[in-house]
């Protein structure tokens, strides 16, 4: 009878041949390509480097490393993972296609490059499309924030801003009524007359003041933001302004591949099981990537369940492939 380590050992390999490929290297990949790593699988993880949470000086919530800058979170993880054997590329997955032969799937690299993995997990996380304010994009991540569990605290008190620019807009400047008690609503393009009667009620009830008209842009001195600009002139004096991005997935590659989507109240999403399983044999997705409002410590929850369940499988099935021979 041939072995396992016979029929899919090291000796299979070439350079160019993995058992598993995270694209992605944020704390969703990095969580993946270290339980695979531990596992002794033999992983590559292509980083194109945009985490989505660089313009963040400090990262918060995520037990033992809460107030961690991103930056050092990120190489930490690069040196844990590269411990266990896994490799990492500095480089972009432009296109993957799947075959019938064990070594299933074939990505593309920017670079030229050609890889191949007998498993996929895409971990590439998502965009934030922000309003087309002046001053947003430069202040996003310092004073203009969109999630008070991530930000809250470090603004707590201060004069808050909400800016209106989705649906869910309503229900953030309730939320940050946890943090502050002096928060101004702007409509911004939306019709003041289009809130509803229950919307300003419970504004009403929370405290929070609306200001109807167009924002014309974010208020900086020194520095530091000091207000919000309508477009009649009049300045609002705020300190933070909490704006609901919209959320982009990065997801073209799993399209590519056929995987299912579904619609979420943040967009369409992939269709995923519980340990990021797609509708495409043999591919995980995993973090923000499948779920828009994942924080680092899910995404890292989400890598590692993911990794877990792929080696499980991958043990068993070349005992069965091995047994059958």
């Given at each position: 009878?041939?072995?396992?380590?016979?029929?899919?050992?090291?000796?299979?390999?070439?350079?160019?041949?993995?058992?598993?490929?995270?694209?992605?290297?944020?704390?969703?990949?990095?969580?993946?390509?270290?339980?695979?790593?531990?596992?002794?699988?033999?992983?590559?993880?292509?980083?194109?480097?945009?985490?989505?949470?660089?313009?963040?000086?400090?990262?918060?919530?995520?037990?033992?490393?809460?107030?961690?800058?991103?930056?050092?979170?990120?190489?930490?993880?690069?040196?844990?993972?590269?411990?266990?054997?896994?490799?990492?590329?500095?480089?972009?997955?432009?296109?993957?296609?799947?075959?019938?032969?064990?070594?299933?799937?074939?990505?593309?690299?920017?670079?030229?490059?050609?890889?191949?993995?007998?498993?996929?997990?895409?971990?590439?996380?998502?965009?934030?499309?922000?309003?087309?304010?002046?001053?947003?994009?430069?202040?996003?991540?310092?004073?203009?924030?969109?999630?008070?569990?991530?930000?809250?605290?470090?603004?707590?008190?201060?004069?808050?801003?909400?800016?209106?620019?989705?649906?869910?807009?309503?229900?953030?400047?309730?939320?940050?009524t946890q943090?502050?008690?002096?928060?101004t609503l702007?409509?911004?393009?939306?019709?003041?007359?289009?809130?509803?009667?229950?919307?300003?009620?419970?504004?009403?009830?929370?405290?929070?003041?609306?200001?109807?008209?167009?924002?014309?842009?974010?208020?900086?001195?020194?520095?530091?933001?000091?207000?919000?600009?309508?477009?009649?002139?009049?300045?609002?004096?705020?300190?933070?302004?909490?704006?609901?991005?919209?959320?982009?997935?990065?997801?073209?590659?799993?399209?590519?591949?056929?995987?299912?989507?579904?619609?979420?109240?943040?967009?369409?999403?992939?269709?995923?099981?519980?340990?990021?399983?797609?509708?495409?044999?043999?591919?995980?997705?995993?973090?923000?990537?499948?779920?828009?409002?994942?924080?680092?410590?899910?995404?890292?929850?989400?890598?590692?369940?993911?990794?877990?369940?792929?080696n499980n499988?991958?043990?068993?099935?070349?005992?069965?492939?091995?047994?059958?021979?």
């Open positions: 009878m041939v072995t396992v380590t016979e029929k899919y050992g090291t000796a299979k390999y070439g350079t160019e041949t993995y058992e598993v490929i995270v694209i992605g290297g944020g704390a969703a990949g990095l969580s993946a390509a270290l339980v695979l790593g531990r596992a002794r699988r033999r992983t590559l993880v292509v980083d194109a480097g945009e985490p989505r949470n660089a313009p963040a000086a400090h990262m918060q919530g995520y037990l033992s490393r809460d107030g961690m800058p991103p930056a050092a979170f990120l190489a930490v993880g690069r040196e844990e993972v590269t411990s266990y054997g896994v490799e990492l590329v500095h480089d972009r997955a432009v296109d993957v296609t799947r075959g019938e032969d064990p070594d299933g799937f074939a990505v593309e690299l920017a670079s030229g490059r050609t890889v191949r993995a007998r498993r996929l997990i895409v971990a590439t996380g998502l965009a934030d499309e922000l309003p087309p304010v002046p001053g947003v994009a430069e202040r996003f991540g310092r004073d203009v924030l969109h999630c008070p569990y991530c930000h809250g605290w470090e603004v707590r008190d201060l004069p808050f801003g909400v800016i209106v620019t989705s649906p869910m807009s309503v229900h953030q400047a309730l939320l940050v943090w502050s008690k002096d928060v702007f409509p911004h393009t939306t019709d003041e007359a289009d809130l509803s009667d229950e919307d300003l009620r419970r504004l009403a009830a929370a405290g929070v003041h609306v200001v109807p008209g167009e924002v014309a842009e974010i208020v900086v001195e020194d520095d530091r933001l000091t207000g919000v600009r309508l477009a009649d002139g009049t300045v609002h004096a705020r300190s933070a302004v909490f704006v609901a991005p919209r959320f982009v997935p990065r997801t073209a590659l799993l399209e590519r591949l056929g995987a299912e989507t579904k619609e979420t109240p943040f967009g369409m999403a992939p269709e995923v099981d519980e340990t990021g399983r797609t509708t495409v044999p043999g591919v995980w997705a995993v973090g923000n990537a499948t779920l828009m409002t994942q924080q680092v410590v899910h995404a890292a929850g989400d890598g590692y369940k993911a990794a877990a369940t792929i499988e991958m043990v068993m099935e070349d005992i069965e492939a091995a047994v059958g021979v």
